[in-house]
């Protein structure tokens, strides 16, 4: 397995001339994440967070400043093509940014391009072909398993197997989008027959975004040492469940209405080359587990194929959002706790030559730890439904209800090396819409 190298870029004492990016917390000049911008009467354009500030690279390729190689990309309202391009083109880009926002020469030329974080709009990164999303959080697995079959949580396949279900890329938001309570099929354990209406049982998920780089293609699987090849970056993925339109529909193929109405990510594409010192070894199988089949084992993958980052889940009530308190963290683990490895993901997916191409995404599944404090999700910090969640403004939750609003959050961190952080996934729940269907008689 081949990652990017720890380079100067990655220097903890390299210092940026933008204003505000000397130890900001999430994008310090270390970490340079591309994201899609515009400002509110201009067209959409890639963009890298430096600071509280946007480095306009359309104008700066324009300009003649980057290289050749992303020059040629970087006209387009999304970040696709740049995906697309191989490891060593997309180094190079992030070492001349890297350059020009730490040379006290460069500034004079470069710093006209830089915008505002707060008056620009942000988009999704890129134009999302497919949306696959994985299993792999084990803890979450388990827990919930225990809620349906408690003397048999997981099922034989899990720990051989990446499980996974494709999901729907058109419904796929930027942080900030609102999500409305979905409407759908749910029957009650007592009940003769389903009844048409909102979720009662909404939820959020903790997960994690991996953006596909380069493709494959059809019938070309990736190999396993080469998968980190066609990995360009990461995000925060919050895949809402409607629990209990999923309890009655999922069977016998698995999720559909009950995910399908909207997924949130954070804007920023956090690089493959950013994440280089924050790699760490696959924390180890437990002890009788089975080993992973040939071609989903690398060593150097259970070597440095794991990240470190700390996670966090918050939730803000409108009570609390009018009484002026601040989010109240409900969940916090590290995005280790996760059975499978994002390159053996990566590697299982196209295993069956299907073909991956620059832009897609892949989520993780929900990320909890073993204890409590870790969970990813309300199923699991509520048992189910059954204990209520107390909040500080005097308010329980079993699970979300109308107006409150879930942040996800997220820090990489090694010694030696500045923290970078992912930037906010956040969204409101507003109300589900009338319907002409929820009148009908049962």
Known sequence: MTFPPIDETHDIARQSWAPGAQGHAAFPIQNLPYGIFSKPSGEPRAGVAIGDHIFDLKAAAAAGLLPDAATAVLGAPTLNALMALDANARLALRRRVSSLLSDEGARTSVEPMLHRSE?????????????????????????????????????????????????????????????????????????????????????????????????????????????GDHIAGYCLLNDWSARDVQAWEYQPLGPFLAKNFHSTISPWVITIEAMAPFRMAQPPRPAGDPPPLPYLWDEADQATGALSILLEVSLLTPKMRTAGMTPQRLSRGPASNLYWTMAQMVTHHASNGCNLNPGDLLGTGTISAPDRDGFGSMLELTDGGKTALPLPSGETRTFLEDGDEIILSATARANGYAPIGFGECRAVILPAPDSEFTSLPR
Not at 194 to 221: F, I, Q, T
Request: aromatic share 10%.
């Open 119 to 227: 008056t620009c709009i942000l988009h999704l990164p890129a134009a999302i072909g497919d949306y696959t999303d994985f299993y792999a959080g084990i803890h979450h697995a388990n827990t919930v398993g225990k809620l349906f079959r408690p003397d048999n949580p997981l099922l034989p396949n899990y720990k051989y197997v990446p499980i996974a279900y494709h999901g729907r890329a058109s419904s796929i938001r930027p942080s900030g989008h609102p999500v409305v309570r979905p409407n759908g099929q749910r029957k009650a354990p007592d009940a003769d027959a389903p009844e048409y209406g909102p979720s009662r049982r909404l939820d959020y998920e903790l997960e994690m975004g991996v953006w596909v780089g380069p493709g494959n293609a059809l019938g070309k699987p990736i190999p396993i040492d080469k998968a």
